[in-house]
């Protein structure tokens, strides 16, 4: 009796182990050959016992970015409501702020200081509140379900999810991790210090701009990563932080760089680069959807690229 009570424990447990073993889910709006990739690479990380990391990009990665990118949005938004038509020394020097981001260069350490600049002052309850309510506002269908799924699929196989974005730490982390379910403590922006509950212009060493997410990783994350998505040419030190695959999303293939530009592309597009360094290469649709008015837009900001899904 003894013994079959033992046999019959070891079979539940074979059987219940079974039903919960790990298996990958295919991504529909992927074609065969991104899925197989996939699949293999995660069937071969089955036998790893470290930390398995996988690295995502925000904007245009996991989140569309079309028309406008959402923490130009809401800064801009919150800067017309709180403001634009006040005259005291706190809204003139915000507004110079906002002035300042309209007419610099939107992609270099300077811009992301400047974002923080003009948050600073306020509390992080309020940052992220500004953060929830414009994703709730113009953004709640912008996360890519692909990109979801691929998450999902990623934690079945015991992989950490990590985001290291250019964006302000704190203006993203809560919706984010609201939608997403990574937890806030892995969803690194640009950061800044803290003092008595309120964001300060400090920023905080490495900022994840270009080659600084690549030191964030090194930083904050202490790991290589397994896997690394991203979808610009600020994503490209990062990725090559992957000891395994890499994965970019919407890469543009239209401006070619000349190597006094840029000369980790050697004059190819982005597209070419990870064609040349064996990338999953995807796409994911992301285009203007929904009656939305746009600050953005009012203020002649440029619009990015739309993406069409590719059937």
């Known amino acids: ?37 996939l699949e293999s690479f995660l069937e071969g990380t089955r036998i790893i016992k470290e930390r398995k990391v996988a690295v995502f990009d925000c904007d245009g990665t996991l989140l569309g970015q079309s028309p406008y990118y959402l923490a130009d949005e809401a800064l801009y938004n919150y800067a017309k409501e709180e403001f634009s038509e006040k005259k005291d020394s706190i809204s003139l020097a915000k507004m110079a702020v906002i002035d300042s981001l309209l007419h610099g260069n939107n992609v270099g350490m300077d811009y992301v200081q400047r974002r923080i600049s003009f948050l600073s002052g306020l509390s992080t309850t309020a940052v992220e509140n500004i953060g929830e309510e414009m994703f709730h506002e113009k953004y709640e269908k912008k996360f890519y379900p692909e990109m979801k799924q691929l998450l999902a699929n990623l934690e079945d196989y015991g992989f950490e999810i990590w985001v290291v974005t250019a964006s302000p730490e704190i203006l993203y ?38 080659e600084g997410k690549a030191n964030a990783i090194q930083t904050f994350i202490k790991a290589k990563p397994l896997f690394v998505a991203g979808n610009s040419r600020g994503d490209l030190e990062m990725m090559n932080e992957s000891v395994g695959l890499k994965m970019i999303v919407n890469p543009d293939d239209s401006n070619k760089m ?54």
């Open 1 to 37: 009796m003894k013994n079959r009570f033992f046999f019959f424990s070891f079979l539940i447990i074979t059987l219940t182990g079974s039903l919960t073993a790990q298996e990958f889910n295919q991504i529909s709006a992927w074609d065969e050959s991104v899925n197989n990739r």
């Open 173 to 210: 982390q809560q919706f984010v991790s609201n939608n997403m379910g990574i937890p806030m403590n892995r969803i690194i922006g640009v950061k800044s210090v803290i003092h008595e509950g309120k964001i300060t212009g400090m920023l905080v060493q490495p900022v994840p701009q270009d």
């Open 258 to 311: 000349n190597s006094e530009k840029d000369e980790s592309l050697n004059g190819h597009t982005l597209k070419q680069y990870w064609q040349d360094h064996e990338a999953i290469i995807v796409t994911c649709k992301d285009i203007s959807e929904g009656d939305y008015e746009y600050v953005s837009e009012e203020l002649e900001i440029k619009r990015n690229t739309e993406h069409q899904k590719v059937e």
